[in-house]
Nanobody
Framework: QVQLVESGGGLVQPGGSLTLSCAAS????????MGWYRQAPGNERELVAT????????SYTDSVKGRFTVSRDNAKNTVYLQMDSLKAEDTAVYFC???????????????WGKGTLVTVSS
């Protein structure tokens, strides 16, 4: 059994910052790609940022480039999303995603957290 638990969401004013965290736990053998998605009301879930296992390779959706930074701590099985210069359009539920090989498995399986709400409003 594997769980992903996000934290760090909340209400922030435009121009402010928040840091999201997502910790994976359970029967984990290895974690491959980790990342963040978001879903605003009435919209489809969209990819925000991803980071490869060694952390050097990252990718971002165009709308957050230069404002968001994804990072990970493999020793803690945790991925972070530092969000700066937040805008109202960043308001969404943010979901953590990780491709995980369990102790009993032979390949990577995608797992999702339950999401954390980020509201950007004055």
């Amino acid at each position: 059994q594997v769980q992903l638990v996000e934290s760090g969401g909340g209400l922030v004013q435009p121009g402010g910052s928040l840091t999201l965290s997502c910790a994976a736990s359970g029967s984990i053998f290895r974690i491959y790609t980790m990342g963040w998605y978001r879903q605003a009301p009435g919209n489809e879930r969209e990819l925000v940022a991803t980071t490869a296992r060694l952390g050097a390779q990252t990718s971002y959706t165009d709308s957050v480039k230069g404002r968001f930074t994804v990072s990970r701590d493999n020793a803690k099985n945790t991925v972070y999303l530092q969000m700066d210069s937040l805008k109202a359009e960043d308001t969404a539920v943010y979901f953590c995603n990780a491709e995980i090989r369990t102790s009993a498995g032979t390949g990577g399986t995608p797992y999702w957290g339950k999401g954390t709400l980020v509201t950007v409003s004055s």
